[in-house]
């Protein structure tokens, strides 16, 4: 057809929605050069995010705070977000690297299905998710690192699983739990002592929303719950019955929980 934009003699790129636009000519290409960052140039980085398996699905939470440096940048950053409706992803790192990421993926996940007529499999979501970790390494040497964390459910066994990943695309399915940023050694450390796989659905957010106070009690990067304030993280769960966001009363009853237990 005269005029059309697609590439109609060319070999199609199949459902990525990544390869379309680079067949289009319209995919940005990342340069490295020594003077491209100037040092003191600090863009926002989300810092906690966690997620934990329990018996009947998974859940993923993520704190509010995003950090310039030394400096609190943002309060109330989202972190977590549906990458479709039976799966979630949060990040850490670099915050609107790793917000573009995001919506990148969705648009991937949501471009797949409409093409194939099928949804992808959990794995193959993480996969393709680690393929696009790995295509920011230009900028991860830059020092704008974007580190994902991933999980959901296979709606036809209900077996949850949790993804974590590396700055380089390397991509990990956690036993029981995972987390991501500056503060996922106190958070797993405090998992540790607590986790049971026979938690129910509010036992793993209690926990969970108390493994993010625990890292907010040592890592200065990570903001745990805020009552004065009203900010409370962003909770979601996974479930055969698909993708929830916990509603606002359950999570500032977890937080007020969480913040009598963990000192």
């Excluded at 609190?72 to 409706?85: E, G, L, M, N, P």
């Excluded at 994902?148 to 029981?176: K, M, Q, S, W």
């Amino acid at each position: 057809m005269t005029g059309s934009l697609l590439p109609l003699g060319e070999p199609m790129p199949g459902a990525s929605f990544t390869e379309l636009i680079r067949s289009l000519d319209l995919a940005p290409e990342w340069t490295l050069g020594t003077d491209a960052v100037p040092p003191s140039f600090h863009p926002p980085d989300a810092t906690t995010v966690l997620a934990l398996r329990y018996d009947g699905g998974v859940v993923m939470v993520g704190d509010r705070q995003a950090t310039a440096g030394y400096d609190i940048a943002h309060r109330y950053i989202q972190k977590v977000f549906a990458a479709d409706s039976y799966s979630a992803v949060a990040i850490s790192g670099t915050a609107g690297l790793g917000v573009e990421l995001i919506r990148l993926f969705q648009t991937e996940l949501e471009h797949y299905e409409k093409l194939e007529g099928v949804r992808l499999s959990l794995d193959g979501k993480a996969t393709y998710l680690a393929r696009m970790v790995r295509s920011q390494l230009p900028m991860a040497l830059q020092g704008f690192v974007v580190v994902p964390l991933f999980c959901g459910i296979e709606p036809e066994n209900g077996t949850g699983h949790v993804f974590t990943f590396d700055a380089v695309g390397g991509r990990y399915e956690e036993r029981d739990f995972g987390a991501a940023g500056s503060g996922s050694r106190e958070a797993r450390a405090y998992l540790r002592t607590v986790y049971s796989p026979e938690f129910d659905r509010t036992a793993a957010i209690d926990h969970s929303v108390a493994a993010l106070v625990a890292a907010a009690g040592q890592d200065l990067a990570t903001g745990g719950p805020d009552l004065r304030r009203g900010i409370y993280p962003n909770v979601v769960t996974v479930t055969t019955e698909g993708l929830q966001e916990v509603d606002h009363a359950s999570v500032v009853a977890a937080a007020e929980r969480a913040l009598e237990v963990v000192r």
